[in-house]
C-alpha cells in the first residue's frame, strides 16, 4: 500500500473522519457556490448534518449544473488558487471544466500513487503513460501519482501505436496505463511488429476510462502476460484515481478518506441497500477547486459488502458495467454494450472487437451487432462462419434474454480506438436501411 496508515484504517475512525471533513465541506461549497447556495435554500436545508446518514436528506448535484455555471461558476475559490483545469470529453453535450487548487494536484498524486500501488506498483517500476494528456484527466493524472510513487513516468500519451510498442521494449515498461481497449491494439501491434508481449518485462496494467468485462481481462492478461486492473474516476469528481481494484480483483476501493460514495435508486433516487445495484453518486471530502455534493454520475455500480482480503478497509466498488445513458433497450430488456463485450470475450474465433449498430427498419429500431472474426478463422469458409455467427447469437440470447441479429465481419474492419473506444453506432437519424 502506498498510504497503509489510511487505506487501512478502522472504520469507526474513518466514519468520523469523513464526518468531519463532510461538515467542512458542506461549509465551504455554501459559502463560496452560488449554485449550492441556492440549492440548500431552496430546499430549506442547512449545510450541516449530525451523522452521515444525514446526507441522504442534502440535494444532488448533476452535469447539468456545471454546464449551467460553464466555465467556471462552481469554482468554490478565486481563479488566483487554482493551478490547473481539466474538462470532461463533451460527447454527451457541452462540455465541463473542472478546476484543482495546488492541494488537490498533491491529494489527486496521492490517489494515483495508490492506484498504482493497488497493481502491486512500486518506485522501481517504469509506467508508460497511454493515457491521452490534455484536457482529458487520464494522462496527467496518472503521470503525477507515477512520480508520486517514485516510479519512472514515460509521459508517452496516446497514439502512435507502432511507437508505444518500440518505447515499452527499449525503455523496458513494466507498467502500462490506458484504457482497455487501447491495449488491445497495442498487444495486436506488437505481434503484427512481430514482438512477443512476453518477452518484454511488461507486468501490469492500469486499464479503465471505459467499461469492460472480466472476460476481456483474461483475455489482455493473456495476450500481454501482465496482470490487469481496472481503474475509475470521472472528471467531475477527480480524474482516475477515485476507486481502483487492488491484486484480489474483486471491486474498486473507493478513495473513502477523500470521497463519500452512495448507491441511489436512479428512478426513486432513494439509497439502496449495500449489495444492490443502482447509479453511483459521490461526494468530495477534500477537494477545494471544484467540490461536489452528492454529484450523480449516471455509472451503475453496487457497494460489495464485507471486507477484502487485501487489508485495505476503503468499501469497494463493482466495476462499473455501464452508464443509465449508454443503456440500450432493446425490445423492453436492458443491455448495456459491456454484457455484450462479456460474451464475446469468452468465445474463441471472436476478436475483441464488436460494435452495436442502431438504425431504422421502417419505424421500427434495428439493432445489430457487428463482431470481428480473430485473424486464426478463414472468412471465406462459410460453414464455419455460420457455425461461429450462431453460437455468437445464441449465446448472446441466453445470456442477455433477448436475440439480436448478429453480422460478422473481417479482421481489422472495425475502427480501433486510442482513447475510449465507441462501442455504439447510431445511424438513426441517417434514413432508414
Ligand atoms: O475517464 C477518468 C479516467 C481516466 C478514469 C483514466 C480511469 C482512467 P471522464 O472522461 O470524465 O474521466 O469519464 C468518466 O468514464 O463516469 C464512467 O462512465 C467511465 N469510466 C471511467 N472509468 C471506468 C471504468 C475519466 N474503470 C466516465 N469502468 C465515468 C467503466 C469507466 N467505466
Redesign the pocket.
Known sequence: MFQPEVESMVRAELDSLQLERLNALLERAYANVPTYREKFDSAGTRPHVDDLAGLAGLPFTVKDDLRAAYPYGMFAVPLHDIVRVHS??GTTGQITVVGYTEGDISRWADMMARTIACAGGTADDVVQIA?GYGL???GL??HYGAERLGATAIPISGGNTKRQVQVMKDFGTTILAC?PSYAVLIGETAMEMGIDPHDLPLRAG???????SDNMRTQIEEMLGITAI???????VL??G?ASECLEKHG?HVNEDHFIIEIVDPETLLPVPDGEQGEVVFTTLTKEGIPVIRYR???ISRIIPGECQCGRTFRRME???G?TDDMLIIRGVNVFP?QIEQVLAGIPGVAPHYQVVLSKRGSMDHVEVHVEVGPEVAFDEIKTLERLRNRVASEIASTLAVSLDVKLVEPKSIQRSEG?AKRVVDLRNEGSE
Do not use: M
Open positions: 470532461s470529453s493515457y482529458f484527466t487520464g493524472g496518472v484504457t492500469v486499464f479503465g476510462a471505459e467499461p469492460w481496472d481503474i475509475y474516476g470521472l472528471s467531475e480524474g482516475p477515485v474498486l454520475t449516471r455509472d466495476r462499473v458495467t452508464r459491456s475510449k
